[in-house]
T-cell receptor
Framework: QQQVKQSPQSLIVQKGGISIINCAYE??????FPWYQQFPGKGPALLIA?????SEKKEGRFTISFNKSAKQFSLHIMDSQPGDSATYFC????????FGTGTSLTVIP | KAGVTQTPRYLIKTRGQQVTLSCSPI?????VSWYQQTPGQGLQFLFE???????NKGNFPGRFSGRQFSNSRSEMNVSTLELGDSALYLC????????????FGSGTQLSVL
């Protein structure tokens, strides 16, 4: 069964808008929550990550919000740009990595 | 420093055949893990090797196997291929199993006809 549930499957945002991707998990043993970005023809690359003892982490235009009690975390992309168009995967780690099903983001100029 | 290298980039096989995929990790990385990526399923963990020993294994049938050599290069083998094995197979390396950042290769796209 899917250990990490990700939504939406696809997302279209206007340039300058905010992109929000959500993930939920059940296993409270997860201790690390990364987001990976994948461009066509390339492997995923680490974008940003958070640990469960932190509620928010920001790196440039990218922010992770983490809600431990709700077992949910989300990626916010501020001022979305066409170059952000890619597939985004959330993940959670406990011994091994469990990935979400991915969100295809398209940013329209 | 060269990134993770996967060969071949594309493969076409027929049902029942077997296939071997290769992964060369970043120099100095001793942990190599393999993932299957399919549309709608995301990345599914296959197995991880560290210092030639399998550390973890995902929920895949025994037709999927792997190994790691003393130079940390890894191979993945799939026997008796099925149509459902068509996928992008990704290899990721990291310095140690305790490091949390995965460095992915560009993958091998396997098509089973």
């Amino acid at each position: 069964q899917q250990q990490v549930k990700q939504s939406p499957q696809s997302l279209i945002v206007q340039k300058g808008g905010i992109s929000i991707i959500n993930c939920a998990y059940e296993n409270t043993a997860f201790d690390y929550f990364p987001w990976y970005q994948q461009f066509p023809g390339k492997g995923p690359a680490l974008l940003i990550a958070i640990r469960p003892d932190v509620s928010e982490k920001k790196e440039g235009r990218f922010t992770i919000s983490f809600n431990k009690s709700a077992k949910q975390f989300s990626l916010h992309i501020m001022d979305s740009q066409p170059g952000d168009s890619a597939t985004y995967f959330c993940a959670a780690k406990f011994n091994q990595f469990y990935f979400g099903t991915g969100t295809s983001l398209t940013v329209i100029p | 420093k060269a990134g993770v290298t996967q060969t071949p980039r594309y493969l076409i096989k027929t049902r029942g055949q077997q296939v071997t995929l290769s992964c060369s990790p970043i120099s100095g990385h001793r942990s190599v893990s393999w993932y299957q990526q399919t549309p709608g399923q995301g990345l599914q963990f296959l197995f991880e090797y560290f210092s030639e020993t399998q550390r973890n294994k995902g929920n895949f049938p025994g037709r999927f196997s792997g190994r790691q050599f003393s130079n940390s290069r890894s191979e993945m083998n799939v026997s008796t291929l099925e149509l459902g094995d068509s996928a992008l197979y990704l290899c990721a390396s990291r310095p140690q199993s305790t490091n949390e950042k995965l460095f992915f290769g560009s993958g091998t796209q396997l098509s089973v006809l």
